[in-house]
């Protein structure tokens, strides 16, 4: 068994929330322990841009250039491509 000591004024805190959902100090805490933690908001951007880029429509994809990433500066500044 683990013992938390906490200030006078926060444990009855604690019970005020356990006893307002009807259940004991020791039952309210391990309902909490028992929760499934939600799903963290932060994702990886990978993944924001495969969601992202799901909702173009196939005639769009079709017409961007397979080698954007290599030849950037061609696309966005208009240099001559460079050779492979």
Request: glycine fraction near 4%; avoid cysteine; proline fraction near 8%.
């Amino acid at each position: 068994m683990t013992v938390i000591e906490l200030p006078d004024e926060q444990a009855a805190a604690l019970r005020a929330k356990a006893a307002a959902a009807g259940l004991t100090l020791e039952a309210w805490l391990q309902e909490l322990a028992e929760q499934e933690r939600p799903p963290s908001r932060q994702r990886h951007i990978a993944d924001v841009i495969v969601e992202n880029m799901s909702n173009v429509p196939p005639d769009i994809m079709a017409a961007v250039p397979k080698d954007g990433a290599s030849q950037h500066d061609h696309y966005i500044y208009g240099w001559p491509k460079r050779e492979a």
